[in-house]
């Protein structure tokens, strides 16, 4: 059974760099053909989609945040890990770490995401 688990700071400084890491047990996240899902849900509002990355190490992101994204992966720990550039107030929400059959760019249904990390509240706050 595939388990996700995020893990960070709970508080950045504005303009600071977030940085989230998804550690990804009971399976490998470069031999299942699964898409590796960040996505956050700000207070009050509905879940938005961040950005993957694939199987092979390929990305996309929502273009909204795409300037300020990055996701990498360590994959000798079997984790994937998101960087948030310069963030403000307004990144303030609890980050998830999800997994996707498909190439998704939005949450239109929890469901089209079949595992999910527990969650993270992320702070972002001088």
């Known amino acids: 059974q595939v388990q996700l688990q995020e893990s960070g700071p709970g508080l950045v400084k504005p303009s600071q760099t977030l940085s989230l890491t998804c550690t990804v047990s009971g399976g490998s996240i470069t031999t299942m053909s699964y898409y590796w899902n960040w996505i956050r849900q700000p207070p009050g509002k509905g879940l938005e989609w961040i950005g993957y990355?694939?199987?092979?190490?390929?990305?996309d992101y929502s273009p909204s945040l795409k300037s300020r994204t990055s996701i990498s992966r360590d994959t000798s720990k079997n984790q994937f890990i998101l960087q948030l550039s310069s963030v403000t107030p307004e990144d303030t929400g609890v980050y998830y770490c999800a997994r996707s059959r498909l190439p998704l760019r939005a949450v239109t249904t929890q469901a089209n995401f079949d595992v999910w990390g527990q969650g993270t509240q992320v702070t972002v706050s001088s």
């Open positions: 990355i694939a199987k092979f190490g390929s990305t």
